[in-house]
C-alpha cells in the first residue's frame, strides 16, 4: 500500500512540473508528434458554431498532456457536447485534433491542483486549468453530461468497464465497430491513405459523417481524430482516388482499386445527397418543368449550371463541360454560391430553360447520339464537344455566315425583350463586341444597359469571354496538298531560311500517317511519319522565312520539319488536320489553333507527360482528361533553369514542372513560355501581371511608396537619379517578378521608375491616342452629374488591365493627396505630374491636369468604390499621423518606413505597423512593438523577431544585431515578421554553456529538392566544425560529398509537411537558390545541431 501511495505521489510531483507550452499555429515542428494528424482549414466559417453539429455544453482553452511523455503542456481549445470531448489547435479551427467519444469515459475526477482526468476505457487524458473553480466547472459540466446516458447511473466504475467491454465484444462478433457510436451504423468503413498530409487513416462513414482515426483499435476503442460533416460537401473523383471538399478545406484520398475507389464513392454520393438541403436557386431554377431534368442526359434534379450556355447539368454532365474549359462552359453549382446567382441571373435562368436552349443546341441532334444518365464519361465530353464546342446539333440562324448581318441583328435584339433571339443570334457567330454604332453606347452590352433590358445584361455579361461561337464544324483530321519544305534537321532551326531552300512537296495527312511526295502523280513517297510520333507543332511569325507563313513539325525521334506557304490560310488548315491527329482521342477537341501545341516532360501529367497548348499567354494544361487553363501573364513565378536545368511554373492552382529535354522542340518551347509570360516593351495588357490583373511593376513601384514614402516631401514632383531609374526600369522589363529593391534606390528613385513606365509603356493607361483624346473632351464638360458619367462610360471601355491599373494607380494617389499637410502633394499637384505622364504628352495641354486632379477628387463615385473600403485603405495613415502629433517634432523623417509586424501569431487585420528606420536592429524593433502593445515581459522570458515563410513552413529567429529593413524589403508574398517569446534561446545558452570548442558530429536523414520534386530523406554522417558542415555518405566514407560554408548559409526551424519527412524535428538549409532539409530523431537532437550551426555562424555574439 505504501508502495503504490508512493508511485502516486511521484506521479503527481512529475505531472506538477510540467511547462505550458504556447499556441503555435505556425510552427510546423511544435504539433503533436504521434497524438493526431494536422487538419488546418484554409478558410474558417463566418459564424463558428454552423460548423459544430451538436451544441457545444462548455468550451475554452485547456492545456493537456503532450502525447508520449512530452516535455511541455499543449495549449488547445477544448468544446463538449453531449457525445463526444474534442479539442482544437485553435478557437477557428473546425477540425479536431483529438474527439473523444464519451461512450467510452469511465469517470472523471481532480487530479491536483487545477488539473483533472478523464478515464476512458485505455487511456487517461490529464488537463489542466487557469484556476481550481475552472476545474471544478469542467469536472461538474462532463459528471452533468455523463449522468446523462442511458443507465449510467450508479454504476461503479468496474462495472461499467464490464458492459463497455461487452459491448465492444458483442459488435466484434456481429462484424461491427467499436465503441465510438451509441449504436453502430456504419456504411463503409476502412483503412485509406490521405494525401495532405500523406498519412494513413482509419475511415468510418456513419449518419452522413466521415470520421478519421489513427487505426482500427483506436476506433474501437471510442478515441478519434475528427469528423467531416458532408450535408456542406461535395465530391470529386479520378482514377484511383478522390477528394471531400468542404467550406473549410479539401480532404484528398487514395485508395489500391478501381473497385475499392467506387465502393467508397458510391456511399460518399449517396450521403451527400441525402443530407445537402436543397438550396433557394435550386427550388426556384427547378419550379420550371424543363429544369428539373439534366439538359443533356436526362438525370433528375439537376444541381449544376453552365452560366454562359444557359444550361442545368447534373454533376456528371457538369464534369465534361468542365473538360470543355471556362472559356466554352463555365460551371457553377446552385448551391452555396449566393454571390454568384443573383435574381437576375435566376430570371435569365427561367426565362430560357433548358427547353428554349435546347431547342437551338440540341435541334438535329440524331436518335443515335442522344444521351442518357447511364453513358460513361468519354461518351459524355464527346457528346458536349460536338453539342456546344462544334455545333454539331444547333439550329440554323437564317442569318448565318453573314457576319455584319448577324452583328446588326444583335445590336437590334438587346435593346428589346427577346432573349431567345439574342441568344441564337450570339452562339450563331455574332460579335458580342460589334459596334453600335452609337458613340455613348458603342456596344451591345453597353446598349443593353442603357435600354434596362437586365436578362439581355446577364446573358451579354456572362458570355462576354466566351468562345463558344464556332461557326464551322470540325473536319476530319485527313488533308492533302502541296507545301513547300526545307530538308529535315536534328537541332532548332534559328538561322532564317531562304525561298530558295524550300522545294514543293505534295504532302497528305491520312490514317494517322503524314506523308509528302515529289508531286501528286508520284507513288514513291519522299518520306512519312507517324502523327503518333509528332510530339510539337508550332506556328511560326509572319516572315520569319523565305516563305511568309511557315509551321514547323518535331518528331519524337528528334527530328524538326519546317513547312511553308504564301496563303496563311493554309498552313492554319494543315496545323487544326495534325493537331487533331496527333492529340489523344479525349482531348482532340479542346484546343483550337493556337501558336504551338506539343507533349512535354511533366511531373504532374500521366506517366510522366503532359501536353501543352500555347496561344498568346493563355497555355492549356492537359492532363489526363482534366484541362488546366494558366495565364502566364499571371504566373507567380516562373523558373527557368541555366543550360540543362527544367522548368517550374507557379501559379494559383498549384505548380507544372517541365523537365529539361535534349530534344530539339525544348528550347522552342523555353522560348515561347518566355514570350508568353509578359514582356516589359509591351502594352498593359502584356505586361507581367499580378493575380488582380494589374502589371507588376505598377504593383511594385505603388507598395515600395507606400512603405516608406507617403510622408516625403514632393513626393513624385521630385525626380531620382536617372542612372538608378533606368537601372530599375530595365530590371522591370526583363523580369519584373524577380525584382528585388536594394539599398541603393531611394523612394524618389522608384517613384520616377513609376512614372516613366507609365509614360512610356504602348497604347498608355488609356489605351491609345484615339482614346486620350476622349478623355481630355471631358474636361470641357461643365455639368458635374454629366462629367462623372462620361468617365465612369469611357472606364468600362478600357480594357480589363488598363481599368483596374487606373484603379490601382488613383487610389494610391488618393492616399498620397490625403496626406498632402506633409507631404505638399495636393489634388493639383498631382494632376500637375501624373497627368502629362498619364496622357503620355508634353504638358502643354491643361486638360491632362484636369482630367488627373478630377479623378482623384471623384474617385469613388467613378470607380464606384463605398466610402468604407477606402476608408481602410487611410487607416495606415491615420495611424502615422497620431503617432507623429505625439512626437515633439512635426516633421516626418524621410529615413523612416512602416513595416507590418505581428505580434505571438499572425491574424487578419491583427499587423502592427510600426516606424522603423534604416538602422533598427531586430532587438530595437522588439523592444518597440513591446511597448506600443504595453507587454512588460518577466524576467526569464525572452522575446524576439521571427522571418516566418508560411509557404515553406519554415522560420527563423532574427540575431539581435540583424538589421530589420532589408529583410522587410526583401520578404516574399507568404512572409511576414512575428515577434513571440523565444522558443528555444534558454535551450540553446544551456547547451553552449561551458563548452571551450563547438561542434557537432552526428548521422541526419538528408533531403534536396530540385525543381521542387521530392527526393526520400537519406541517412548520412553530417560534421558540423570550424565553420562549415560537411556532409559524408556513411560514418566509414572519407570523401566529402557536400560542403557548405556556414556564414554563406541561413538555417531555418521546420521544413515543408509535403516532403512527408520521417519526424516533425527538421531544419532547413538555404543556400542561394538550392533547399537542404535535414531531419532529426528528437527535438534534444533538434537544439543541439540548431545550436551549434548558430554559434558557429555567429560566434560569441549569439
Not at 476503442?221 to 467531416?228: K, S
Request: glycine letters at 6%; hydrophobic letters at 35%; aromatic letters at 10%.
Amino acid at each position: 500500500m505504501a508502495k503504490k501511495e508512493e508511485e502516486k505521489s511521484r506521479t503527481l510531483r512529475n505531472f506538477r512540473s510540467l511547462s505550458v507550452e504556447e499556441d503555435r499555429r505556425h510552427s510546423f515542428f511544435m504539433r503533436d508528434r504521434e497524438e493526431s494528424i494536422d487538419l488546418p482549414c484554409s478558410h474558417f466559417p463566418d459564424y463558428p458554431k454552423d460548423s459544430h453539429p451538436e451544441p457545444v455544453v462548455k468550451s475554452g482553452w485547456l492545456d493537456k498532456t503532450p502525447p508520449k511523455g512530452g516535455k511541455r503542456f499543449q495549449r488547445r481549445w477544448v468544446q463538449l457536447d453531449h457525445k463526444y470531448l474534442r479539442y482544437f489547435q485553435n478557437s477557428k479551427e473546425v477540425y479536431s485534433k483529438r474527439m473523444i467519444s464519451l461512450q467510452c469515459v469511465s469517470a472523471v475526477q481532480p487530479a491536483g491542483d487545477q488539473r483533472f482526468e478523464l478515464i476512458t476505457l485505455n487511456r487517461t487524458f490529464l488537463f489542466k486549468t487557469e484556476s481550481n473553480q475552472m476545474r471544478n466547472e469542467w469536472i461538474k459540466s462532463l459528471e452533468e453530461v455523463l449522468s446523462s446516458r442511458p443507465q449510467s447511473q450508479h454504476k461503479a466504475r468496474s462495472e461499467w468497464i464490464k458492459s463497455l467491454e461487452e459491448v465492444l465484444r458483442r459488435r466484434q462478433q456481429n462484424g461491427g465497430g467499436g465503441v465510438f457510436f451509441k449504436s453502430y451504423l456504419a456504411k463503409t468503413e476502412g483503412l485509406l491513405e490521405m494525401t495532405s498530409p500523406r498519412t494513413k487513416v482509419y475511415t468510418v462513414i456513419n449518419n452522413n459523417r466521415i470520421y478519421l482515426f489513427k487505426n482500427r483499435q483506436e476506433y474501437m476503442n471510442g478515441l478519434g481524430i475528427t469528423d467531416i460533416d458532408l450535408s456542406k460537401a461535395s465530391l470529386k473523383e479520378s482514377s484511383k482516388s478522390f477528394s471531400v471538399i468542404t467550406p473549410y478545406r479539401t480532404f484528398s484520398f487514395v485508395v489500391e482499386s478501381e473497385a475499392e475507389r467506387q465502393r467508397w464513392c458510391a456511399c460518399l454520393a449517396e450521403c451527400v445527397r441525402s443530407s445537402a438541403p436543397v438550396s433557394r436557386v435550386c427550388e426556384k431554377l427547378w419550379s420550371k418543368e424543363f429544369n428539373r431534368v439534366c439538359a443533356d442526359c436526362g438525370a433528375d434534379s439537376p444541381e449544376w449550371a453552365s452560366v454562359n450556355l444557359c444550361v442545368l447539368l447534373c454533376e456528371r454532365c457538369a464534369d465534361a463541360h468542365r473538360c470543355l474549359g471556362p472559356s466554352v462552359s463555365k460551371v457553377f453549382s446552385l448551391k452555396g454560391n449566393d454571390q454568384l446567382w443573383t435574381e437576375d441571373l435566376i430570371k435569365l435562368f427561367l426565362q430560357l430553360g433548358n427547353g428554349k436552349v435546347n431547342s437551338f443546341w440540341a435541334a438535329n441532334i440524331p436518335s443515335s447520339e442522344i444521351l442518357n444518365v447511364e453513358s460513361s464519361s468519354s461518351e459524355r465530353l464527346a457528346y458536349a464537344t460536338a453539342k456546344y464546342l462544334k455545333g454539331t446539333f444547333r439550329k440554323q440562324h437564317h442569318l448565318s455566315g453573314q457576319q455584319e448581318a448577324l452583328n446588326n441583328a444583335l445590336c437590334a435584339a438587346v435593346k428589346g425583350s427577346n432573349i431567345v433571339e439574342t441568344f441564337r443570334l450570339l452562339f450563331s457567330g455574332a460579335d458580342i463586341n460589334s459596334s453600335t454604332g452609337i458613340p455613348e453606347f458603342p456596344t451591345p452590352l453597353a446598349l443593353a444597359m442603357h435600354s434596362g433590358q437586365t436578362n439581355q445584361v446577364e446573358l451579354l455579361k456572362h458570355n462576354q469571354k466566351s468562345d463558344t461561337v464556332k461557326s464551322e464544324v470540325n473536319t476530319a483530321p485527313s488533308l492533302s496538298g502541296y507545301l513547300f519544305k526545307v530538308a529535315s534537321a536534328n537541332r532548332p532551326i534559328t538561322e532564317q531560311k531562304p525561298r530558295s531552300e524550300f522545294t514543293q512537296r505534295w504532302c497528305s495527312l491520312n490514317a494517322g500517317m503524314f506523308t509528302y511526295y515529289k508531286s501528286e502523280q508520284m507513288a514513291h513517297r519522299c518520306g512519312s511519319m507517324k502523327t503518333s510520333e509528332i510530339i510539337c507543332l508550332s506556328l511560326n511569325s509572319p516572315g520569319n522565312h523565305g516563305f511568309e507563313h511557315t509551321l514547323e513539325i518535331y518528331t519524337d525521334a528528334g527530328r524538326v520539319y519546317l513547312f511553308g506557304a504564301d496563303d496563311i490560310v493554309t498552313i492554319k488548315e494543315w496545323f487544326r488536320a495534325i493537331s487533331m491527329a496527333m492529340l489523344p482521342t479525349a482531348l482532340s477537341s479542346v484546343c483550337g489553333l493556337c501558336d504551338r501545341l506539343g507533349r512535354l516532360l511533366c511531373t504532374e501529367g500521366s506517366l510522366g507527360t503532359g501536353w501543352f497548348c500555347l496561344s498568346g499567354s493563355m497555355l492549356q494544361v492537359l492532363l489526363e482528361d482534366s484541362v488546366q487553363d494558366i495565364n502566364l501573364l499571371r504566373l507567380h513565378t516562373l523558373t527557368i533553369g541555366d543550360g540543362a536545368g527544367d522548368v517550374v511554373l507557379g501559379w494559383r492552382g498549384g505548380y507544372v514542372h517541365l523537365s529539361f529535354d535534349q530534344r530539339p522542340h525544348f528550347p522552342g518551347w523555353i522560348s515561347s513560355l518566355r514570350r508568353g509570360a509578359g514582356s516589359g516593351n509591351e502594352m498593359l495588357s502584356q505586361q507581367q501581371l499580378t493575380k488582380s490583373g494589374i502589371p507588376i511593376t505598377v504593383q511594385r513601384c505603388i507598395e515600395y511608396v507606400t512603405r516608406h514614402g507617403l510622408m516625403s516631401a514632393g513626393i513624385y514632383r521630385k525626380s531620382g537619379t536617372t542612372s538608378r531609374v533606368s537601372a530599375l526600369l530595365d530590371s522591370f522589363q526583363q523580369d519584373a517578378r524577380n525584382v528585388c529593391f536594394s539599398d541603393k534606390f531611394g523612394v524618389d528613385d522608384v517613384a520616377s521608375t513609376l512614372k516613366r513606365f507609365l509614360r512610356e509603356v504602348k497604347g498608355g493607361v488609356f489605351n491609345g491616342e484615339d482614346n486620350s483624346r476622349n478623355w481630355l473632351k471631358v474636361a470641357d464638360v461643365s455639368h458635374h452629374r454629366a462629367k462623372l458619367s462620361m468617365y465612369q462610360n469611357l472606364l468600362s471601355e478600357l480594357p480589363e488591365v488598363n481599368r483596374e491599373t487606373l484603379k490601382v494607380l488613383l487610389n494610391h494617389l488618393y492616399c498620397v493627396h490625403h496626406l498632402s499637410e506633409f507631404n505638399q502633394m495636393t489634388m493639383g499637384n498631382l494632376g500637375i505630374v501624373f497627368g502629362p505622364t498619364l496622357f503620355q504628352t508634353d504638358g502643354s495641354d491643361p486638360r491632362t491636369y484636369t482630367v488627373v486632379e478630377e479623378m482623384i477628387q471623384n474617385y469613388c463615385a467613378i470607380f464606384n468604390v463605398p466610402e468604407e473600403e477606402l476608408q481602410k485603405e487611410l487607416d495606415a495613415t491615420s495611424l502615422i499621423l497620431n503617432k507623429i502629433n505625439d512626437q515633439t517634432s512635426s516633421k516626418f523623417a524621410p529615413s523612416l518606413s512602416i513595416c507590418a509586424v505581428y505580434i505571438e501569431k499572425k491574424e487578419e487585420g491583427a499587423e502592427l505597423l510600426v516606424q522603423v528606420g534604416s538602422n533598427v536592429t531586430a532587438k530595437q524593433l522588439v523592444l518597440q512593438v513591446l511597448e506600443m502593445r504595453g507587454i512588460e515581459p518577466f524576467a526569464e522570458e525572452m522575446w524576439t523577431c521571427y522571418e516566418v515563410q508560411e509557404k515553406e513552413e519554415m522560420e527563423r529567429e532574427l540575431h539581435f544585431e540583424e538589421k530589420v529593413l532589408p529583410l522587410y524589403f526583401s520578404l516574399g508574398p507568404d512572409c511576414h515578421l512575428l515577434v513571440k517569446k523565444s522558443q528555444y534561446s534558454n535551450d540553446i545558452k544551456n547547451y553552449l554553456s561551458g563548452k571551450n570548442e563547438v561542434y557537432k558530429v552526428g548521422t541526419l536523414r538528408v533531403c534536396e529538392v530540385k525543381g521542387d520534386k521530392n527526393r526520400n530523406f537519406i541517412s548520412h554522417q553530417c560534421e558540423l566544425t570550424k565553420g562549415t558542415l560537411k556532409l559524408y555518405k556513411d560514418t566509414e566514407s572519407s570523401l566529402c560529398e557536400k560542403e557548405w560554408s556556414v556564414q554563406e548559409g541561413t538555417l531555418y526551424y521546420g521544413y515543408r509537411s509535403k516532403l512527408s519527412p520521417p519526424t516533425p524535428w527538421g531544419l532547413t538549409l538555404v543556400c542561394g537558390q538550392q533547399q537542404w532539409y535535414f531531419c532529426c530523431d528528437n527535438e534534444d537532437e533538434f537544439i543541439e545541431w540548431m545550436a551549434t550551426f548558430l554559434s558557429l555562424q555567429c560566434g560569441e555574439n549569439r
